[in-house]
């Protein structure tokens, strides 16, 4: 399911709501383009995947060569002794980085 939906069930008397979500490709990974594969994300992992979405639109939008990133994107990017406050980074380190870290995610 590449749409935003809500598709409602019931299973066992119980109604389970399940979200679907249209993923738009990375732009700034080492190939650039790579889609979001179809796949089932608990709430931990979908957090992560829009953090590195996130990641990715800073780059689009910012063509600095040093990009301020939050203690939770400096975290899913396992950036070496995180900051607990915005601390600027390399685009081409973050580019590298981002570029493992979607390898899950990805196709």
Same mark, same amino acid.
């Given at each position: 399911?590449?749409?935003?939906?809500?598709? +409602?069930?019931?299973?066992?008397?119980?109604?389970?709501?399940?979200?679907? &979500?249209?993923?738009?490709?990375?732009?700034?990974?080492?190939?650039?383009?790579?889609? +979001?594969?179809?796949?089932?994300?608990?709430?931990?992992?979908?957090?992560?995947?829009?953090?590195?979405?996130?990641?990715?639109?800073?780059?689009?939008?910012?063509?600095?060569? &040093?990009?301020?990133?939050?203690?939770?994107?400096? #975290? +899913?990017?396992?950036?070496?002794?995180? #900051?607990?406050?915005?601390?600027?980074?390399?685009?081409?380190?973050?580019? &590298?980085?981002?570029?493992?870290?979607?390898?899950?995610? +990805?196709?």
């Amino acid at each position: 399911c590449n749409t935003n939906e809500l598709i +409602v069930s019931k299973h066992n008397g119980q109604e389970i709501s399940i979200s679907t &979500k249209k993923f738009t490709p990375f732009f700034n990974a080492t190939f650039p383009q790579m889609n +979001v594969q179809i796949q089932w994300l608990n709430i931990q992992k979908t957090a992560e995947l829009n953090t590195l979405i996130d990641i990715d639109n800073s780059l689009v939008n910012n063509k600095n060569d &040093k990009i301020p990133l939050t203690l939770a994107q400096q #975290k +899913v990017l396992n950036v070496k002794n995180p #900051k607990t406050f915005d601390s600027r980074y390399e685009r081409e380190l973050i580019i &590298k980085n981002l570029s493992r870290a979607i390898q899950d995610f +990805v196709k």
